[in-house]
């Protein structure tokens, strides 16, 4: 039997809507790495959030990657037929006490906590347990005092941060009863046995998060790059912005072209007019040292 690939990598897209350039430039990135490195590229859909999810939005998604030439190994997972994978997970963190239900709301989080990098830091209100009369809404994952979380990311270098006091005890299930963005991501990518991890610099902190659950949930380390977020040209997250329009599938090559330039590559020929062309020239030409060391930037031609 053929051993697993030393590399395996994944693109994660929310079916809140069509593929836009951010996500482009996330998608090539990750691709391109694994590829690059003779790895595979997985697909996963985040989908655990049935409210935000727009009708038709993965099947869309899906066929502008194949449009655009990339195509993933294996068959697409969806988050939502994983809901037993998640409820193994926080029975895990119950029992080794790491978790406790939490009956503060959102409001009086921004009423009463501190600010801290991403919104209200939670302050310990009910990690002796809840007050009478509260309900749990919530469950949190307990942090430590001075327990520094740390990554080498492969773009933008050593990242480290005092969890504890600079975001305090995060939410692991919701109100709503879906496991949180941190949790599910850490459980699937375990799963799936992904180990290198390429995609947008505004999730970095969602990264520390992450490696913190790894570590109470004792499953491996992955390796990170974290690649430029995408503004318009006020500097604006672009995905916020009205100049974010959806890729248009029947100019793939353009698109490719304008994320392979966001993403600092070799200059392309200036011949390379065909989408089969693009793709073998891409892969032996990438090169994750070329990605520019900077959490955003703007990128030009937006029409």
Avoid at 122 to 143: E, F, I, N, S, V
Avoid at 213 to 223: A, D, I, S, Y
Avoid at 225 to 240: E, F, M, T
């Amino acid at each position: 039997m053929p051993s697993a690939p030393v590399y395996r990598g994944r693109f994660a897209p929310s079916p809140t809507g069509p593929l836009h350039f951010g996500s482009l430039v996330a998608a090539l990135g990750s691709c391109l790495d694994a590829r690059a490195a003779g790895g595979e590229w997985l697909l996963r859909m985040e989908d655990l959030d049935r409210k935000r999810e727009r009708p038709g939005a993965a099947d869309s998604i899906l066929r502008t990657l194949e449009a655009l030439g990339l195509h993933w190994d294996g068959t697409v997972d969806y988050q939502h037929r994983h809901l037993e994978r998640y409820a193994d997970a926080l029975a895990e963190l119950r029992r080794s006490g790491h978790i406790y239900p939490c009956g503060c709301s959102r409001k009086t989080l921004t009423a009463t906590a501190r600010s801290g990098r991403e919104g209200p830091i939670y302050p310990g209100t009910c990690r002796a347990g809840l007050k009478p009369g509260t309900q749990a809404r919530t469950l949190r994952l307990r942090t430590l005092p001075d327990e520094i979380i740390a990554i080498t990311d492969r773009i933008q270098g050593r990242i480290a941060l005092d969890v504890n006091a600079e975001l305090g005890d995060f939410v692991i299930h919701r109100a709503d009863g879906i496991p949180a963005y941190q949790l599910a991501v850490v459980v699937d990518d375990a799963a799936q046995g992904i180990t290198q991890i390429v995609r947008g610099a505004d999730l970095l902190l969602c990264t520390l998060r992450q490696r913190l659950l790894q570590q109470r949930l004792q499953l491996p380390g992955l390796t990170y790059a974290h690649l430029p977020l995408v503004l318009d040209q006020q500097g604006r997250k672009l995905s916020k912005s009205a100049t974010d329009q959806p890729l248009d599938a029947t100019t793939p090559l353009s698109s490719l072209k304008r994320a392979w330039h966001f993403l600092g590559q070799v200059p392309l020929p200036a011949d390379l007019d065909r989408l089969e062309d693009f793709w073998p020239m891409a892969i032996a030409h990438w090169s994750l040292s070329r990605v520019p060391v900077e959490t955003a930037r703007t990128s030009p031609n937006f029409h």
